[in-house]
């Protein structure tokens, strides 16, 4: 009874909060001054409706989101511009401002997600900019400037790896915390191993030594940061263990299997006496992605009889592995958003797999990856219907929760549904119009895109995502609002090139398509 007062509960607040979000839609979020083309009725009665029939309400309580990201921004301060303060050089004449950089990069990175991660410039960007202006030679400060630049493809001099190999170097010889020198030293062994990237400067010859020496470092910094019992430390150690299994699928060497990366993921984690709970969920993630692999991406009637077999065997080992990570550590979210994929794989019950997502939500209320996941097992074409996906993403908008881009959840849904190749041609907008102009559809979409713009408008790339939607749903004078707020070129905006630009700002004004 409890549970479904709270529910109750959460759903009045949730639609106070939204009727206050559509009062808001009275004027423009970008621009004050023109007012937003209103949401069609009939669409929003219907979304409210299916919503409202959702049994199941997303988990969002204010004193647990307060929490959490109270306990992030503390980790990450700790780990930033703490640090700084115990190993910088802070009589140094630039130390204030390379200090406010990596404050202000703290404070973006305890707020991210998981996606969207690099998707738009962030206010630390000019920040670090300055304190290296200054003169700050901190290792951290140049390191994430080179972030900075690499998210926003700004690159002073020649290549990634050019430009990385000196700013890691320093990393690694200073006292920052270990899972700092981690992620540093992993994003450059992640490059040299990465086919079709420009060596920047590194003799081919040599590459294998290289690779040797920062293979040799990037795992003595993984065995340290496996004996850290912080458990954000070890999230962030499970996230790198599941991506290296990436990066050795894609590395130069053709020897290379996901069997493999993993064998040598556990072995480290074994050596260095890493908790249960992460050995466990990395188990987990490292069979779903192989139930997967052995199914592949097709449809059921092209799955092979043996296909079929490994992804159901796999799927309930790695069930297994989760089960257990979760009860060690239920007030966890890596394990229960792992489970998801378990469901949408196995078929479990909806009520089952809504009582891993409550677990996952609990434990991060910003968790948009468990929502991505809930999102795609109502998808028709699994176990929901489109009341139940639309549904739930009109949920996710209505959380009002733009912070953790709980409300971006429907968007790539949709993208995913009809793609939208960037070489639009009449054959693909024949093919997308219909869907993306639908009334509950676009809908979403420009409610989403409008509620992140106006709180977070340092994304500047989803407004070339919200541009290029808008014309392909012939919302043109959402395009051109959109476009008269472009500052900075293409680039800023995800649009690439500036003949990119113009192409759509040809689109919207005239709302024709025009020749390539």
Known sequence: ?????????????????????????????????????????????????????????IPQEPDRITAARADRRAWYRRSLPEAFDSVGRTAAPWAPAARQALQLRSDEQAVRTGLL?????????????????????????RYSLFLSASRTHRFKTGSYLGDLRPVVAAVWGSRYPDIRKLHAAFNFLAGLRAPGVDLGGGAPDKLADEDRVWAGRFWELFDKVCRDPDPLIQGDLIDIAGRYQEVQLGTRSTRSTRERAYAEVVEHLE???APEYTRLTVRGHFLIKSAWDARGEGVAATVTPEGHRLHHERLAEAE??????HRLAPDRPEAPTEMLSVCLGLGHARPE?????????RADP????????KLEYLHPKWYGSEEEYLGFGWQCVKTGNTTGMVVWTPIPGHLLNVPIPFEITAHVLN??????????????IHTALDLILREHPEKT?????????????????????????????????GLGTEQNLAFYQKWAETEQLPNR
């Open 1 to 57: 009874m409890l549970l479904v007062v709270v529910g109750v509960l959460l759903t009045v607040v949730a639609g106070v909060a939204f009727q206050k979000i559509r009062r808001d839609q009275a004027q423009s979020l970008t621009h004050p001054d023109a007012p937003l083309p209103p949401a069609p009725p009939g669409a929003v009665r219907w979304l409210d409706q299916r919503a409202a029939t959702q049994p199941f309400p």
């Open 117 to 141: 991660n690099d998707a738009y410039a962030l206010p630390s960007d000019a920040a670090l900019a300055t304190g290296v202006a200054a003169g700050s030679d901190d290792p951290m400060v």
């Open 271 to 273: 050596r260095a006496g």
């Open 320 to 325: 297994a592995a989760l089960v257990e990570a």
């Open 353 to 361: 797999m809504e009582e891993w997502f409550g677990q996952a939500m």
């Open 366 to 373: 910003d968790n948009v990856q468990a929502c991505a996941h």
């Open 431 to 444: 093919r997308a119009n219909p869907y993306y102009s639908e009334p509950k559809v676009w809908c979403q």
């Open 461 to 493: 790339l989803l407004r070339g995502t919200y541009i290029r939607l808008a014309c392909v749903a012939g919302k043109f004078e959402t395009a051109r609002r959109e476009l008269a707020a472009v500052s900075g070129g293409a680039a800023t905006v």
